[in-house]
């Protein structure tokens, strides 16, 4: 006998382990995201954001499960995995950045500042 779990229950699971791989193999406390912009709508109103952290040679692109971990739909941006973020006014990368270090360390003091962001 097999269950089915609903969707609000998968993506549930899914945010979890998207949080779980990104605390035990990708982020640590005060880890850089480097924020790469894809695209931004004709408009201006929404742009495409991928997420890459590292140093020196070895990089890693953290998009997909920071979308997941986000509840975030993923994206193909010309060619690149990215997160469309909506809105204008304000740093969007860093705001990408914020709300993931807010689900990774919540519970912490100031949690949403817990990693650094930076443009490449």
Known sequence: ????LSKKAQAQLDRD???ER???YYIKPGVKVYT???NVS??????????VIGDG???ADITYYAAQAL?????ESKGHRAIRVRGAGMDMGFHLVY??????FHGQDRAGYVLKQAWL
């Open 1 to 4: 006998m097999t269950t089915t």
């Open 17 to 19: 382990y998207a949080v």
């Open 22 to 24: 990104l605390l035990t």
């Open 36 to 38: 790469i912009m894809r």
């Open 42 to 51: 004709s408009s201006g109103m929404s742009r495409d954001i991928s997420l």
């Open 57 to 59: 040679n070895d990089i």
């Open 71 to 75: 509840g975030d739909k993923l994206i």
């Open 99 to 104: 709300n993931l270090s807010s689900v990774l």
